[in-house]
């Protein structure tokens, strides 16, 4: 059953409900006066997905598309087809519904633990250890807090800050890479161009590459650094390093970049 919230938690929006065999539905909706967000119907795709793999086979890619905007208010249907299942990777696709419209759809990959190398070759960003920062709650982003590192003004500049989730979350990978999915639809603005020319608008298409392990609920840095914006969109790429500067994920995504309208 589906339940009006006027405060949820992370676990509480991925607490989805399986009402079929590929078929899940978000158990939690709540007034907001946005467009739902991208980041949590991108974490629950993930995860609907998830559930229909082997529990040995974690997520290490996804790449989604928001097609039209969604309502928080609105129960979401989470239609999965699974489309292989391999010796070492499954394949899933998932549509997001609401009245009947799909509002997101994602491709996404999962692979069962394999040994090689592990080496990474850019080391992460500059950043001053969080407990000496001060943040507060991240904007939209239940259950999450956050403190800035930096954000400077200019061409290619990153947004970098540190991130975790607060509420408890269970040891469980796919949890952890959805909640870091959820975290990761946040812009890489373009702060040295005039709002009166260009201004930031909702989500198209992001992705996310899961290298490691990761803790959602331990302090993860993120940087994000704009590289381009083009016939009416902006793209940038974004690192997700923990504490001990482990390179854990790795962004991409583009939005609407245009003249505001009116």
């Known amino acids: ?104 759809n994602m491709a996404a990959s999962f692979a069962a633990d394999s040994a090689g190398a592990d080496v990474s070759e850019d080391p992460a960003p500059e950043a001053p250890d969080p407990d000496a920062l001060s943040g507060g709650p991240v904007h939209r982003a239940f259950s999450f807090e956050g403190r800035t590192v930096a954000r400077q003004k200019g061409p290619g500049f990153p947004v970098r800050y540190w991130t975790r989730c607060v509420a408890p979350l269970p040891a469980d990978r796919l949890v952890h890479a959805a909640a870091l999915t959820y975290i990761s639809d946040m812009y890489g603005a373009f702060p ?19 290298h490691r392990p990761i803790r959602a609920d331990e302090w993860m840095l993120v940087d994000l650094v704009p590289r381009t914006a083009a016939g009416g969109r902006n793209w940038y790429i974004g690192t997700l390093h923990d504490r001990a500067g482990t390179l854990v994920a790795s962004i991409a995504q583009e939005n609407l970049f245009r003249r505001p309208r009116g």
């Open 1 to 104: 059953m589906t339940t009006v919230d006027p405060a949820p938690t992370l676990p509480d929006l991925l607490d989805l409900e399986q009402i079929d065999r590929d078929l899940f539905r978000n158990r939690v909706v709540f007034e907001e006066p946005w467009a739902l967000f991208g980041g949590q119907v991108a974490a629950q795709a993930l995860l609907a997905a998830g559930r229909t793999v082997e529990p040995d086979r974690a997520p290490h890619s996804l790449h989604g598309y928001y097609l039209r905007g969604g309502d928080a208010a609105r129960p979401t249907i989470f239609q999965v087809f699974r489309d292989r299942d391999g010796g070492s990777f499954s394949a899933r696709r998932v549509v997001a519904l609401q009245d009947g419209e799909v509002i997101f």
């Open 192 to 210: 040295e161009v005039d709002e009166a020319e260009s201004s930031p608008g909702p989500s198209l298409d992001h992705a996310v590459w899961f």
